[in-house]
Nanobody, 126 residues
Framework: EVQLQASGGGLVQAGGSLRLSCAAS????????IGWFRQAPGKEREGVSC????????YYARSVKGRFTISSDKAKNTVHLQMNNLKPEGTAVYYC???????????????????WGKGTLVTVSS
């Protein structure tokens, strides 16, 4: 059974940091890209960052580049998203998802992802 378990959300003040984790199981981790998406109230889900476990390629949305860092711990089948200098517009439910991909050159679209986990809520207060 495929499982993606996102954790690490919470309430933080603007300028603060959070580290999200996505624990994966039930598929061959090295053959998949793991992406983070977020959905703010009343808005569409958008891609934030992605990493491919085969070659370590990464992608960041323009809105988070320079503030967020994605990394993969292959020993634990877990992907982390370190979020620094958080802004109030970053308030959203954050989801991790997996797509069969050897490499990426851009953020995979929502329809490209094969598996989704339940989200974790991040609230950034001003």
């Amino acid at each position: 059974e495929v499982q993606l378990q996102a954790s690490g959300g919470g309430l933080v003040q603007a300028g603060g940091s959070l580290r999200l984790s996505c624990a994966a199981s039930g598929f061959t981790f090295d053959h998949y890209a793991i992406g983070w998406f977020r959905q703010a109230p009343g808005k569409e889900r958008e891609g934030v960052s992605c990493i491919t476990n085969s070659d370590g390629s990464t992608y960041y949305a323009r809105s988070v580049k320079g503030r967020f860092t994605i990394s993969s711990d292959k020993a634990k089948n877990t992907v982390h998203l370190q979020m620094n200098n958080l802004k109030p517009e970053g308030t959203a439910v954050y989801y991790c998802a997996a797509a069969y991909a050897i490499t990426i050159s851009t953020m995979p679209g929502i329809d490209f992802m094969n598996y989704w986990g339940k989200g974790t809520l991040v609230t950034v207060s001003s």
